[in-house]
């Protein structure tokens, strides 16, 4: 188990959220009063999820590029106490899972649906889980990773000494999302060529669906074979009825009600011109708001005129869930300072990737790579209001931002895991001004306001030009097929 490093706590800028931000110290909050209050280095921190108490931290087998793996190697799940007792001092390191892998992404598993404390654990290439998979016939190796690709489930019911207790092998194993309410497992391709099979007839990955009702005997039902490049996350609505599939050029709208859960029914299509890469899909609290990010890889510079719209978080009403209409978004962070060479590739990208929000609000935290972290009130999606943002002045890659447990906390693929503290997401979380429905889903009522499609404000009829693309690192994972 690694030894937790705390930093010390650094002094942050204070500031208005409506001023401009003060010029950049090291590891400044620019916007928004809080403090690092811990930190632990390592490379290649990818996903991260809570449980309440928990933090699970996936680690990937490189550091900016995804590694062929081998015996040796790095990757797996690390596990960190977000509160601490009288044995085990708050954000402390409690174990780690070694298993060596790319990505290790992780979600935990609601006990209320699952039976357990559980968290799944989707990977190309895995060394953990290779006798299990190798005889599995959806297994398959793909050039580049190594190992086979698949799905885990992890007990963590002992969060010091977490045990596989199964995995699934699947074609293409990106991300993984666990249904909100009934025991299906939903495993992702990544929403790119990458996940394209490397059988001689490119048959796109399906999205497999899995039966974890009993964790340690995991099924797959069916394989959803969806759109040309398939999904790179899903998004649930709180009932379950819906899943947003987020991927190459657009976000499909699923009908997953009853029977459907294993064969989805695609109902609606979002496709916005300037999004290059929908990568996930994520839906405010009070069930009114569906975020997608812009993961605009390679064609982003965090300085570009085209800055202010491309690599953007994009607001979506979906009061009526299978009709998205678009109502804001949220610009990336520029960039200060002289472009750097991160192995080829990060600092081009000040683009969204993933984000969650602070319970209870309106409030979206999120990463954006090179471009920090930031905290946006949306309850005016037009109008979004910057509430903190952090952005560290040495090398930084933040794949993961979210809050959690009254923190926030980071997944750096240069740095490790890191915690902030800034009160006034706190504050905002025990005000708690949007709620969820009763149902876990809005609804609207014959008095709402009529919902306005923004696209014509967002959107130039003629979208500005791409910056050029960077050069890549040697072994850089994203292919961009014609799209289909």
Not at 196 to 220: C, Y
Not at 294 to 310: I, K, M, N, V, W
Request: proline share 7%; hydrophobic share 40%; net charge neutral.
């Amino acid at each position: 188990m690694r030894s937790r490093s705390v930093r010390a706590a650094i002094a942050a800028l204070l500031l208005a959220a409506s001023s401009t931000a003060a010029a950049e110290a090291p590891n400044a909050l620019t916007v928004g009063q809080g403090t690092v209050v811990a930190s632990t280095a390592f490379t290649g921190a990818t996903e991260i999820d809570f449980d309440g108490r928990y933090a699970y931290v996936g680690q990937m087998n490189g550091k900016y590029n995804r590694v062929n793996v081998a015996e040796g190697q790095q990757g797996g799940m690390r596990v960190y106490d977000m509160v601490g007792d009288k044995d085990t001092k708050q954000f402390s390191e409690v174990s780690y899972l070694n298993c060596p892998g790319t990505d290790n992404y992780v979600r935990t598993m609601d006990p209320a649906v699952f039976g357990g404390e559980y968290v799944l654990m989707a990977h190309h290439g895995n060394l953990c889980t290779k006798n299990t998979i190798q005889f599995d016939p959806a297994s398959e190796k793909v050039a580049g990773y190594g190992a086979l690709n698949g799905l885990a489930v992890v007990d963590v019911s002992d969060p010091t000494k977490p045990v596989i207790l199964d995995a699934v092998g699947h074609s293409s194993a990106h991300t993984a999302m666990p249904h909100p309410t009934r025991p299906y497992i939903f495993v992702l391709p990544g929403g790119l060529a990458n996940g394209t099979r490397t059988s001689g007839d490119r048959q796109v990955s399906p999205t497999a669906i899995i039966d974890a009702s009993n964790p340690r005997d995991l099924k797959r039902v069916s394989s959803f074979q969806h759109n040309a490049t398939g999904c790179h996350d899903l998004g649930f609505t709180a009932d379950g009825n819906y899943a947003y599939c987020a991927g190459l050029a657009e976000v499909q709208v699923w009908d997953i009600r009853g029977a459907n859960i294993t064969k989805p029914v695609v109902v609606n299509t979002i496709v916005n011109p300037a999004i290059q890469f929908a990568h996930n899909a994520v839906i405010s609290p009070d069930g009114t708001k569906l975020l997608i990010n812009d993961e605009a890889f390679g064609f982003h510079t965090c300085q570009s005129s085209a800055a202010d719209l491309y690599g953007s978080l994009w607001i979506y009403d979906i009061t009526t869930p299978s009709l998205p209409v678009l109502a804001g978004k949220i610009s990336p962070p520029a960039k200060s300072g002289p472009p750097g060479n991160y192995q080829g590739w990060v600092t081009s990208w000040c683009a969204a990737h993933n984000y969650n929000f602070v319970p209870n609000t309106n409030i979206v935290v999120s990463s954006w790579f090179a471009g920090g972290m930031t905290a946006h009130d949306i309850t005016d999606p037009l109008s979004p209001k910057l509430v903190a943002s952090y952005k560290p002045t040495e090398e930084s890659v933040m794949y993961t931002a979210h809050y959690f447990g009254g923190h926030v906390v980071i997944g750096d693929m240069a740095r490790g895991f890191e915690v902030l503290d800034i009160p006034v997401l706190r504050e905002a979380e025990a005000a708690g001004t949007a709620k969820p429905a009763a149902t876990g889903v809005s609804t609207r009522s014959a008095l709402a306001a009529p919902r306005v499609d923004r696209t014509a404000q967002l959107i130039p009829t003629v979208l500005p030009a791409r910056p050029a693309r960077p050069a890549w690192n040697a072994g850089g994972i994203c292919v961009l097929p014609g799209r289909i």
